[in-house]
């Protein structure tokens, strides 16, 4: 037999109580019937499966999504986890979703013939059931928060000492500092994970209403830049 362990990050997304079900669904129902058919298992293989939620004081484990009864996910959620087992093949599947980066992943075990080709067909779908709802917060993490202080170091000296000058230089400048100066608030709002709160609602408001102001004064800026343009 072969044994394969598999570490992975997952995407971006918006986990609502619907997706949660899918993945559920996928593993405990789909997967396990898949390994019936090419493993030989039978339906009685023991297998576990957890649902879990953790929030600042501690974790609730429920044995199903269907099992929180609420419409939303808690406003104090920091992460969930699945947790499931087929014990037949020491086949250990566990699928960690966190507001942060570094914490959002998947792990799979296997103990079985084929064990890494069984692994990867796993991972491929649930990453396509995550993808359906992802959502561009990876910029926000990783090398790309890196390159957004990059540009905005060019585009403030830029603008502050004329070190870089080209036709309508100067709009261009006050749209990136505009730009990158935005994104810092917005990836405090903006998490790795974004799980279907009540307050993500209000969030995504706000963002909405801060876009907005934010495109309001480029154009202010823009307008004002002509016209004294105009007037030198």
Known sequence: MEKYNLESKTTSCVLSKNVLKEIEVYLTYRLLKKLNGVLGLTDKAKTEYHFILKDGLGEETLLSVDDYHREKLPNELEEIILEYRVNYLDADIRIRFSK?????????????????????????????????????????????????????????????????????????????????????????????????????ERRDKFISWLLNGMAGVFVFGVIAIYFREKML
Not at 116 to 134: Q, Y
Not at 158 to 184: E, H, I, M, R
């Open 100 to 200: 942060g980066f570094m914490l959002t992943n998947i792990k799979i075990g296997l103990h079985c013939d084929g064990a890494k080709e069984i692994a990867l067909g796993i991972k491929s779908e649930i990453e396509a059931i995550l993808l359906e709802n992802r959502t561009i917060h990876y910029i926000f993490y990783g090398k790309f928060a890196w390159i957004a202080w990059g540009i905005f170091l060019v585009a403030f000296n830029s603008a502050t000492w004329g070190l870089v000058k080209f036709p309508y230089s100067d709009q261009v400048w006050l749209f990136l500092l505009l730009a990158t100066l935005a994104y810092y608030p917005i990836r405090l709002a903006s998490p790795y994970t974004d799980f279907d709160t009540k307050n993500k």
